[in-house]
T-cell receptor, first 115, second 114 residues
Framework: NAGVTQTPKFRVLKTGQSMTLLCAQD?????MYWYRQDPGMGLRLIHY???????AKGEVPDGYNVSRLKKQNFLLGLESAAPSQTSVYFC??????????????FGNGTRLTVT | AQKVTQAQTEISVVEKEDVTLDCVYE???????LFWYKQPPSGELVFLIR??????QNEISGRYSWNFQKSTSSFNFTITASQVVDSAVYFC???????????FGDGTTLTVKP
């Protein structure tokens, strides 16, 4: 059982380049989230999805887009990367029936550097 | 708006000392859950414990214990007889009923020295 898998693990981009981060979960969870982690700032919610075909903005959505075409996948896109988007990105999921009390299942993170 | 405050940015202790990590939260929800997660140097996020807003019973699990006080909006975490392997960043998080979104504190970096 793989849980939540993020690809890639590391990436270096130049300013202005684009890329997509992939999150895949095999637990049949309805809810999925993208967080970014910056030093001393904890985890901040970028976008989230409550089901296939639906997405919503979180706390820090600017500069990012997401898509949830399949229940198991949640994609995070950067159309024109900026140095301020240098961060560690975490994907997480949780089941809908216990959405408030079930812990988040996290991927192992993607370390992105924008030069 | 929800808020989680972990006032201790960094804590350093010597092995076998007890250490308490503080967490204070703000929410207008009457139903919510509180969580603690651990992030070891390897970087993954590991769930430790959850507590709901109606259950103020404190819990002990091995060397770990948690103190939830709704009156002071605090959910503190204590490690007894700390070990080097406890060195990690610890996050407190508040889960709301709104799409299950979680608000995280900024984390406390615990260093346990041998």
């Amino acid at each position: 059982n793989a849980g939540v898998t993020q690809t890639p693990k590391f990436r270096v981009l130049k300013t202005g380049q684009s890329m997509t981060l992939l999150c895949a979960q095999d637990m049949n969870h309805e809810y999925m989230y993208w967080y970014r982690q910056d030093p001393g700032m904890g985890l901040r919610l970028i976008h989230y999805s409550v089901g296939e075909g639906t997405t919503a903005k979180g706390e820090v959505p600017d500069g990012y887009n997401v898509s949830r075409l399949k229940k198991q996948n949640f994609l995070l896109g950067l159309e024109s990367a900026a140095p301020s988007q240098t961060s560690v990105y975490f994907c997480a999921s949780t089941p809908i029936r216990t959405v408030i009390n079930s812990p988040l299942h996290f991927g192992n993170g993607t370390r992105l550097t924008v030069t | 708006a929800q808020k989680v405050t972990q006032a201790q940015t960094e804590i350093s202790v010597v092995e076998k000392e007890d250490v308490t990590l503080d967490c204070v939260y703000e929410t207008r929800d009457t139903t919510y859950y509180l969580f603690w997660y651990k992030q070891p140097p390897s970087g993954e996020l590991v769930f430790l414990i959850r507590r709901n807003s109606f259950d103020e019973q404190n819990e002990i699990s091995g060397r770990y214990s948690w103190n939830f006080q709704k009156s002071t909006s605090s959910f503190n975490f204590t490690i007894t007889a700390s070990q080097v392997v406890d060195s990690a960043v610890y996050f407190c998080a508040l889960r709301s009923t709104n799409a299950g979104k979680s608000t995280f504190g900024d984390g406390t970096t615990l260093t346990v020295k041998p």
